[in-house]
């Protein structure tokens, strides 16, 4: 090869690579879509002035679309356009009914009206047409408009407009679930009774109510007194809210109750109102109970409630506790043997009066709650044997403690709902800041208290505790006279009771 070839093949290859990679072939850009071709218009024709077959009715150019529907009606689908319409002038093309605007329909469609007690306005005119299509129709009932609910809405007020939850016929288009479209036995064209049709869809709640210790009067009569049948604003398409429902027309004693309290029970406003303790339609517990009334508390109370503006609810958990001994009421089950369950004139909604204060002035009016249940004398009697356990051979030692101007009040020494203690004695009590302590410890004939308030101090019922009388500084302290202070049962321990002033023997009276 000689000088001049080597030369043009090295400039080609030092070409080719400062050309560097060949760019990839590009496709060809695809071309626009052709526009659609432009709908051929009808072409419309002359209608005809002679008697003509009635497979040439509905053509291309002679009515068209009336066999464009999901259903057709069975005389236009073969053609029998001649069953509803006479030819009464070829020339002019004008036709007639060979019978009248009812009979239309009803010489093929055989309707017995006989027993009917409500028939449709529209069937009583003979306005077939105004609810369905003659020619088809999106179901076999060739009915006009978009569905159901679109049509009843032609002549009926919208049951729906506004409200936001739909009753699933509604919602479901299926006015025929419950209404007759032609007759029905009942107002409103109702295939049944509401209460009747209710219950066909909703079985269970009629298991429910025929269960039922105590069913709910209303869920007896009729649904519709508490529910709206086609849609609502509340759940379970309630007319109303639960409390206005139940206390606007049937309780209005109960209404009074809370709307007339200083302090309403808070569960009452809540979502849920009256269903928040009651159960709508019947239940196996006085007064529709949703469970025992201390289980419905508890739903709430076994916590503690903060309350805006007013002093926080303390919870309850010991009113659930199998170990702690329950106050009367509570071990009865009836948290309403001392609250209200609607509303009350304090805090606490009690029934009646009772010291809220450490200390209280007695009055026996003060005690009104306590003495609902409790022998008032329990706090009038100086001296007894029979009305309290709580004394010193025949001193009432409840008297000594309640029955003065600065008397202790029963929270001083007692808790309202249970306590690990016999006699519902409290571990310890609030008093301001402090939590007092009580450390009673009871014997099989009397007990002792070490409480914060004063020094231990023995009782007994059947050989009292006699003590000599309070000592001067000088004197120092005085000596106790027993010489076998009370047992604990449990501890086995004799328990030294501290000396206080002699107790003289008194006959029982009242003072």
């Given amino acids: 090869m000689n000088t001049v070839a080597k030369n043009l093949i090295l400039a080609g290859l030092v ?19 052709a526009a659609p071709a432009a709908a051929e218009p009808v072409r419309k024709v002359a209608a005809p002035t002679t008697a003509i077959p009635a497979t040439g009715c509905v053509t291309a150019e002679c009515h068209p679309g009336v066999k464009e529907h999901r259903a057709v009606h069975a005389p236009v689908a073969g053609n029998g356009c001649d069953a509803c319409h006479t030819l009464a002038d070829p020339a002019k093309h004008t036709f007639t009914h060979p019978r009248t605007k009812t009979e239309m329909c009803t010489f093929c469609h055989k309707m017995d009206l006989s027993g009917a007690a409500v028939i449709h306005k529209p069937l009583t005119t003979g306005d077939c047409l105004q609810c369905h299509s003659p020619h088809g129709g999106n179901g076999k009932q060739f009915l006009r408009g978009q569905d159901m609910n679109a049509l009843c809405e032609k002549c009926h007020a919208s049951v729906t407009q506004g409200k936001r939850t739909l009753h699933g016929p509604v919602a479901a288009m299926a006015c025929g679930a419950c209404h007759g479209a032609h007759s029905a036995p009942l107002p409103k064209l109702l295939l049944a009774r509401s209460r009747d049709l209710c219950l066909s ?111 926080a609810v303390a919870g309850l958990p010991e009113v659930l506790d199998p170990k702690e001994f329950k106050h009367g009421p509570i071990a009865q089950g009836s948290c309403s043997g001392c609250h209200s369950p609607h509303g009350g004139d304090n805090e606490t909604r009690l029934t009646k009066a009772h010291p809220e204060t450490f200390y209280a002035t007695f009055d026996v ?22 009305v309290t356990r709580f004394r010193n051979g025949d001193q009432n030692l409840h ?113």
């Fill in 15 to 33: 070409a080719w690579a400062l050309r560097g990679p060949a760019a990839p072939a590009q496709e060809p850009a695809p071309a626009p879509p």
């Fill in 201 to 311: 869809c909703h079985a269970e709640m009629d298991a429910v109510i025929k269960q039922a210790k105590y069913p709910h009067k209303a869920a007896e009569e009729d649904c519709v007194t508490c529910h709206e049948p086609h849609a609502a604003n509340y759940p379970m398409l309630t007319r109303r809210p639960p409390v206005q429902m139940c206390t606007d027309a049937c309780h209005a004693t109960v209404k009074k109750e809370f709307a007339d309290a200083k302090f309403p029970h808070g569960a009452i406003f809540g979502e849920q109102g009256c269903l928040s303790c009651h159960t709508p339609h019947g239940g196996n517990l006085a007064r529709l109970m949703r469970a025992t009334p201390i289980d419905v508390c508890m739903t709430c109370h076994d916590k503690k409630i903060e309350r805006p503006g007013l002093t």
């Fill in 365 to 386: 009016e003060k005690y009104a709650l306590c003495f609902t249940c409790h022998e008032s004398q329990l706090a009038l009697m100086s001296v007894t044997r029979t």
């Fill in 399 to 511: 008297y000594l403690h309640v029955n003065r101007a600065r008397g202790r009040s029963c929270r001083a020494c007692h808790s309202t709902h249970a306590s690990r203690n016999p006699m519902h004695v409290q571990e310890s009590v609030p008093y301001g800041n402090w939590q007092i302590p009580i450390r009673f410890v009871p014997s099989s004939t009397g007990g002792q208290c070490a409480a914060g308030c004063h020094q231990a101090l023995g009782y007994d019922r059947e050989t009292p505790v006699v003590y000599q009388k309070a000592a001067t500084p000088e004197a120092g302290p005085p000596a106790a006279v027993n010489p076998e202070p009370p047992v604990a049962p449990d501890a086995g321990q004799p328990v030294a009771p501290a000396p206080v002033p002699t107790v003289p023997k008194a006959q029982e009276t009242q003072p």
